[in-house]
């Protein structure tokens, strides 16, 4: 009879072996597919650090997967491949094991910001989302009209316009374990706007994404932003407010500000309306900003400079109204196409007109 257990340790020791030195791939020589086998475990090696909460199920899904496959593939593939694919496999439970692992042990717990990045990044197919769609901690994903306002009582609870939303209510063991997020969603050409749980306002825009939780913790409050929003947050000196994106944070105890941070584009900003907020950006510079002041920041580089403007002519989208003040037409056609996400096109000869 053949050592499973010597055979599953090989595999187990060359794909260690070719994180550990990846300038050689295991056995030797691969295909192109093999390399996307190669190319997923490193990133999922190097990048993903999924939550306790997931681990049973993934190692569930795992083990399915490597039992489809050796069905499958058993007379038609090398030995390689299927050792390849179910070490691939195996190692990411493996790896999730040993997170979790790592994370008890030191007693480290992560951030904030970064769970809720891993929540936007495992709901972010945006393929069928045509509507504004919110998607509930259950995971559970809900349409609702263009310019709906979203509530959210102090104890989590939620009503879209005027009609309340049914939820499975959480048990109190569940709640002490993990954080309860939702995610609202605002597709191209859309609008809505959400009213947190400690009443903090936020307006946001076409092409957009907000992770809250339903109820804020006894420390500060956190949110995390995909695109652009504008925030009125209510005053709390005891706990302040941190808007996170993918490569600064803003922090502020009570203010109004807007923030513009598509993932798609390589600028992003800050424009205060009134009050003070305090930006850190991802080289942990920081940057204190007044009312009238419009910080524009680099996602690789950071804080790129700070300019004094009229911050009115940066909100008036959360009225439908864009104030153009002589743009050139080509920067209205990339405004429009952009918020509609459909292509639009203008002759070259008048691309610098200005727009009155």
């Given at each position: 009879m053949k050592d499973n257990k010597t055979e599953e340790n090989n595999k187990y020791e060359s794909l260690a072996s070719y994180l550990d030195d990846r300038s050689v791939a295991p056995d030797g020589k691969v295909s192109p597919s093999e390399e996307e086998h190669l190319r997923k475990l490193v990133f999922m090696w190097d990048e993903c650090h999924p939550p306790k909460a997931e681990t049973e199920g993934v190692w569930t899904k795992t083990l399915?997967?490597?039992?489809?496959?050796?069905a499958a593939h058993t007379k038609h593939r090398s030995g390689f491949m299927l050792a390849w694919t179910v070490g691939v496999a195996a190692s990411i439970a493996l790896l999730i094991g040993f997170t979790f692992f790592l994370s008890q042990g030191n007693g480290e717990q992560e951030s904030e910001a970064s769970k809720m990045e891993q929540f936007i990044l495992a709901n972010s197919s945006e393929e069928d989302v045509k509507e504004v769609t919110l998607v509930v901690s259950d995971k559970k994903k809900i349409e609702i009209a263009n310019n709906s306002k979203?509530?959210?009582s102090p104890t989590g609870e939620v009503q879209v316009n005027s009609d309340k939303l049914h939820e499975a209510e959480a048990t109190v063991e569940e709640e002490k374990e993990v954080m309860e997020y939702n995610q609202i969603i605002v597709p191209k050409g859309r609008r809505s706007m959400i009213v947190l749980a400690d009443n903090s306002k936020i307006w946001i825009n076409s092409g957009s994404k907000v992770i809250y939780p339903r109820a804020f913790s006894k420390g500060k409050r956190e949110i995390f932003v995909e695109g652009e929003?504008?925030?009125?947050?209510?005053?709390?000196e005891n706990k302040p407010f941190v808007v996170n994106t993918s490569s600064f944070e803003v922090e502020v105890l009570g203010t109004s500000f807007n923030v513009a941070a598509y993932k798609d584009n390589a600028e992003a900003s800050v424009v205060l309306v009134e009050g003070a907020v305090n930006i850190k950006d991802c080289l942990e510079r920081q940057v204190a900003m007044k009312p009238n002041e419009r910080v524009e920041l680099n996602k690789e580089n950071g804080i790129a400079k700070k300019e004094e403007v009229n911050a009115l002519e940066y909100i008036h989208w959360v009225d439908g109204v864009w104030v153009l003040n002589g743009k050139p037409l080509k920067e209205v056609i990339l405004y429009l196409s952009e918020y509609y996400g459909q292509p639009i096109h203008c002759d070259t000869a008048i691309e610098n007109e200005p727009f009155l």
């Open positions: 399915q997967k490597i039992k489809e496959n050796e979203v509530a959210y929003v504008y925030l009125k947050v209510a005053h709390n």
